[in-house]
């Protein structure tokens, strides 16, 4: 029996069989994939154990079909509809489903931007597994010299359920074709999966020597494709429906303090250090209303200054006169109303509002970030180092003040000076009269590139004072009232003023609300630490802007891609 996702497909094919001779055109192009994605919705689905077949053509055998999910998608480089299957053990293949030239259904395997027919599947699929295998044994990934008899002994490291049809297929090959694939699988195996040891990219390779000398850019990709609209759609739903079930964990979430250490501190402010609950919604600067399970009385409130996703580390305010450590016996800690309420509330609020024809224009930067449109990049040309800043550095610098390119990623590991580079970003983009937001995760975060700022004119967002750093509060904090008059006389002497804050700083902050609605959208704004950053605080905020420019480590937090 098929499944109905299975069926979505099928009804992909039939549609376009039925519309071929009115328009064949039509049929063969991404708006007919698009059509048939809002009509069908189809979602990503697991592959039932008899595996799945299309047009009487089995796609994935059943011996092939434990754990295995799958997805559709348009990929414009092939022009085509996609299969995407995915299997618990990290392999991925994919499919082409397009139309023949007489508007039949023609299915073809999808290996690294080659399409090959259904059976030349077996010998790549074979050859995978096997160096896979055979590395992990100590073996020497040098084909050049094996006979077929070794190849054939190679045969072992296929696991017992592995198809027969597989095994048939690959034991037909000659000497020459047994070279050959296993070269090619080889070449098409990512750096680091041939090593122990992962690699940093350096200008958008990996390289597992330092070089002393820098190289121009290879694998340049200056364009990225658009997503579908109801890609988009199902994104912002998924980003909704996340957090629902943060608000219903975060309601019921619960920290106990008996076992926290008193790292230093005195009456009434103690730095503690616990170990978190697996799974605890706690995010940098959230604070918790802290009471005695006994009788519920208060004892203080606790903000969390670093949090790993195994330690926190935070600071305990007290209102009692009790000895801290009778007090943490009995302390439990339960949120303040976080952010993620208010968050659903926006992003439902775009999803009942948000059309094809008139995304972009209300998402902003934020429909880019989305990928509701594709995104066109222009590399710096003639880059030299500068007296401050090396070539990778002024590379990423001269893309990020560059108006042409809308959206800017700069990744680099801890040390590599982004925090550097992020100044002379918004010092640059300041002289040229941009109007600028700058925003971080964390308090601590943007109060860092304050500092870093501070002869430019700039308001630091935030409800509460005690939320920023003492040096940056006086003259800067957007909720003294003379500190705003101030900056709106910076304004009217023809320069721009700076908004620095958290995301849900920024999202709350009736001055950039304001200044939105009534002058338009901003020029740019800048993320920092963006690989701690929630998706839907950062479409949120950059719907503020017209362009955006992100800065972090996506290694920062784990799980590492």
């Not at 041939?194 to 940093?200: A, D, I, K, Y």
């Not at 912002?236 to 619960?254: A, K, P, Q, V, Y």
């Not at 000895?323 to 968050?343: H, M, Q, W, Y």
């Not at 020029?523 to 905020?541: K, P, R, T």
Request: one cysteine or more; glycine letters at 6%; hydrophobic letters at 40%.
């Amino acid at each position: 029996m098929m499944s109905p996702e299975a069926e979505k497909i099928q009804s992909y094919f039939k549609e376009g069989q039925a519309l071929w001779k009115a328009s064949s055109k039509l049929v063969r192009s991404r708006r007919f994939y698009e059509l048939w994605e809002s009509a069908s919705n189809p979602e990503p689905f697991q592959i039932s154990v008899d595996g799945i077949s299309l047009f009487d053509q089995q796609i994935i055998p059943p011996g092939k079909a434990e754990r295995c999910s799958a997805f559709t998608c348009w990929d414009d480089a092939e022009d085509s509809m996609i299969l995407n299957l995915e299997t618990a053990d990290g392999l991925c293949e994919k499919y082409l489903l397009r139309f023949t030239d007489d508007g039949k259904p023609e299915i073809l395997f999808h290996k690294n931007q080659t399409a090959v027919k259904e059976e030349d599947f077996w010998k790549y699929d074979a050859a995978q597994l096997i160096i896979g295998k055979y590395q992990a044994s100590g073996g020497e990934l040098n084909f050049s010299k094996f006979q077929k008899k070794d190849f054939r002994k190679l045969l072992d490291f296929l696991p017992e359920s592995y198809p027969a049809e597989g095994r048939k297929a690959f034991r037909k090959l000659k000497l020459d074709e047994l070279k050959t694939v296993f070269e090619k699988t080889l070449s098409d195996r990512a750096s680091d999966e041939l090593g122990s040891q992962m690699e940093l990219p350096l200008f958008g390779t990996y390289s597992r020597v330092e070089k002393k000398q820098e190289t121009e850019i290879v694998n340049r990709k200056e364009s990225l494709p658009a997503r579908t609209f109801w890609q988009v759609s199902r994104m912002l739903r998924l980003l909704s429906e996340t957090d629902r079930l943060m608000i219903e964990f975060e309601r019921n979430f619960e920290l106990y303090f008996q076992d926290a250490t008193v790292v230093s501190g005195a009456h009434p402010v103690y730095v503690l250090s616990l170990e978190a609950p697996e799974g605890a919604p706690i995010f940098f600067d959230d604070i918790l209303d802290v009471r005695r399970r006994t009788d519920a009385s208060k004892i203080g409130t606790f903000r969390v200054d670093f949090f790993d996703g195994v330690q926190i580390l935070g600071r305990l305010t007290v209102e009692t006169a009790n000895k801290i450590n009778t007090d943490l016996c009995e302390a439990v800690g339960t949120l303040i109303r976080g952010p993620s309420e208010f968050l659903k509330e926006r992003l439902d609020s775009i999803r009942q509002e948000l059309k094809p024809e008139t995304a972009l224009s209300k998402l902003h930067s934020g429909g880019i970030i989305s990928g509701l449109t594709a995104v066109n990049f222009k590399f710096p040309e003639n880059t030299e180092p500068a007296p401050d800043l090396n070539l990778s550095q002024k590379t990423a610098f001269d893309a990020a003040v560059m108006d042409e390119n809308p959206l800017v990623l700069i990744q680099g590991p801890p040390g590599t000076g982004k925090t550097h580079v992020l100044r002379k970003i918004v010092r640059e983009l300041h002289a040229q009269g941009k109007r600028i937001i700058i925003t971080a995760p964390s308090h601590a975060a943007v109060d860092n590139i304050c500092r870093g700022i501070g002869d430019l004119p700039y308001l630091r967002c935030g409800r509460h004072s005690e939320s920023i750093a003492p040096d940056i509060l006086p003259g800067h904090w957007i909720g003294e009232r003379d500190n705003v008059k101030k900056m709106r006389q910076v304004e009217k002497e023809g320069k721009q003023v700076i908004y620095a804050g958290t995301h849900p700083a920024l999202l709350k902050d009736l001055c950039i609300k304001f200044d939105f609605e009534n002058i338009g959208p901003f020029d740019v704004i800048i993320f920092d630490e963006a690989g701690m950053s929630n998706m839907e605080e950062v479409i949120l905020c950059a719907m503020f802007a017209k362009r955006a420019i992100m800065l972090g480590d996506y290694k920062q937090l784990p799980p590492f891609p």
